[in-house]
């Protein structure tokens, strides 16, 4: 960009900053604080889908959690990504070491309950459910997708670790979606 160029798009910001009233300064603003109580209601208006995240506990018995920070990561090779809370006992399952599995099952709006279950701190969530072992991975029964996973990526950030999962087999079936918004398991995508 020549001197000409480079005065013309200086007077152009000039003008821009007279518009919104800063009279030319511009002022550096210092970031707030952001309390958790806000961050999380503001992402309580994020709307998502849910999924059971299932491993095997050491000592051989299953274990789960309900997330709803799960998505695709890459088409090549097949993976996905998931949050999960440190403290929880999936979580540590998950991440305890070199090739772990794990299973991601997105739930359908008919499930509402197997959501609620996931989301308790019951230390056996499987006693009411449908389910078997694919492998060394719990297997929930009647659920519209299951990406049976190995652990790849291992994240930690604050509360929370992300882990890629790389899609090691898949099953797909069709229903809508069960939909979390505004910490409610009810909504429909309409249609």
């Known amino acids: 960009m020549d001197l000409r160029q480079q005065e013309k798009q200086q ?22 604080a952001v309390s958790g109580a ?6 309580s208006r994020l709307v998502s889908g849910v ?11 299953p274990s789960g959690l309900l997330v709803s920070s799960v998505c695709s990561y890459s088409a090549d090779p097949p993976s996905v990504l998931v949050a999960l809370a440190r403290t929880s006992r999936t979580c540590r399952e998950i991440t305890a070491g070199p090739d772990a599995y794990f ?3 997105l739930l359908a709006r008919s499930h509402a309950a197997l959501a609620r279950t996931f989301a308790g701190s019951s230390r056996d969530k499987f006693a009411d459910v449908l389910w078997d072992w694919d492998g060394t ?6 659920v ?28 797909v079936a069709e229903d809508d979606p069960l939909v979390y918004f505004r910490r409610r398991l009810d909504w429909s995508l309409g249609g």
Not at 51 to 61: E, L, N, P, Q, S
Not at 137 to 142: D, Q, S, T
């Open 144 to 171: 519209p997708v299951y990406a049976k996973c190995r652990a790849g990526a291992v994240i930690p950030h604050g509360d929370h670790v992300i882990v890629v999962g790389e899609v090691v087999g898949c099953a």
């Open 51 to 61: 999924a059971v995240v299932c491993a095997r506990r050491g000592d051989g018995r």
């Open 38 to 43: 806000v961050f999380t209601e503001a992402m």
């Open 11 to 32: 007077e152009r910001q000039r003008e821009m900053q007279r518009e919104r009233g800063t009279g030319g300064a511009v002022s550096e603003a210092v970031p707030e």
């Open 103 to 105: 299973g991601v099952h």
């Open 137 to 142: 991975v719990p297997r929930l029964a009647g």
